[in-house]
């Protein structure tokens, strides 16, 4: 745990109180214990379900599925933040309606741009950005870099 921040413990990106009420709600070991001894592969499956299903990533176009997946990896908030970008209701719910403003978007290449510099928006909000911002950012040219091979 790095001293200040204040999502408190993590491991391979969960913090405890996500993983606890993850667990809590999927009839899994809520532990702290468990959860200091989770390894990466353990993650796979709960990463799906808590965060590609949350955006309902199989129905995002490539290169968007996995911008929204990973920034809503990283914070409560991306899905409202995208959803103001598409001019939905930021309810932080993606619907049926949300994926249709995902799926209209005129320009894709463009879309994953703002997409990316709206997560390093939201990030410079946060108290502990300049202590984590630079990675967050990296992070996020990173998933764009990525998003963009997979949606050329």
Known sequence: MTPGDPGGATNNGWTFATWQSFAAQHGL????????KMQ?????????????NHV????LPA??????TDFQFGSYHATAVIQALLGVTADNVVGDQTVAA??????????LQQMTDASKAYYKTLVVYPEFGGGWNRRADARLALAQKLFT
């Not at 990466?40 to 799906?48: A, H, R, S």
């Not at 290169?63 to 929204?68: F, L, Q, S």
């Open 102 to 111: 995902a799926l209209a978007f005129n320009d894709k290449a463009a879309f």
């Open 56 to 59: 309902q990533g199989d129905r």
């Open 29 to 36: 070991d809520p532990s702290f214990a468990k959860f200091q």
């Open 40 to 52: 990466k592969g353990d993650l796979e499956g709960p990463d799906k379900q808590a965060f590609w």
């Open 63 to 68: 290169g968007v599925d996995i911008i929204w």
